[in-house]
């Protein structure tokens, strides 16, 4: 069982920054790939952003049309965590943010992850 716990969010300006944070309760999760999506309210859990299990120190990462070359999500060298740091926030950022592991692959499908944290809100007034 793995307990992922986000953290990080809160309350910015458009065109302000963010980092979110990801963590696994009393292990690491190398053997995991991770990844980030995000909720509204009244829409669907959407993706934004995962990251490959390490090769060495090579990393593979998607993102979200919609938050590319804003966004960039990376794993600490421990395996301990997954970073999502987020530049340049609009309004229609604002969601709750999840992260979630699977031992399948990176995948933009929340289907695909097995392990969701409780979520962190990040809100982005205009």
């Known amino acids: 069982q793995v307990q992922l716990v986000e953290s990080g969010g809160g309350l910015v300006q458009a065109g302000g920054s963010l980092r979110l944070s990801c963590v696994a309760s009393?292990?690491?999760?190398?053997?995991?790939?991770m990844g980030w999506f995000r909720q509204a309210p009244g829409k669907e859990r959407e993706f934004v952003s995962a990251?490959?299990?390490?090769?060495?120190?090579?990393?593979?990462?998607d993102y979200a049309d919609s938050v590319k070359g804003r966004f960039t999500i990376s794993r600490d060298n421990a395996d301990t965590a997954v970073f999502l740091q987020m530049n340049s926030l609009k309004p229609e950022d604002t969601a709750v943010y999840y992260c979630?592991?699977?031992?399948?692959?990176?995948?933009?499908?929340?289907?695909?992850?097995?392990?969701w944290g409780q979520g962190t809100q990040v809100t982005v007034s205009s």
């Open positions: 979630a592991a699977t031992l399948r692959g990176r995948s933009p499908s929340p289907y695909e992850y097995d392990y």
């Open positions: 009393g292990r690491t999760f190398s053997s995991y790939a």
């Open positions: 990251i490959s299990r390490g090769r060495g120190n090579t990393y593979y990462a």
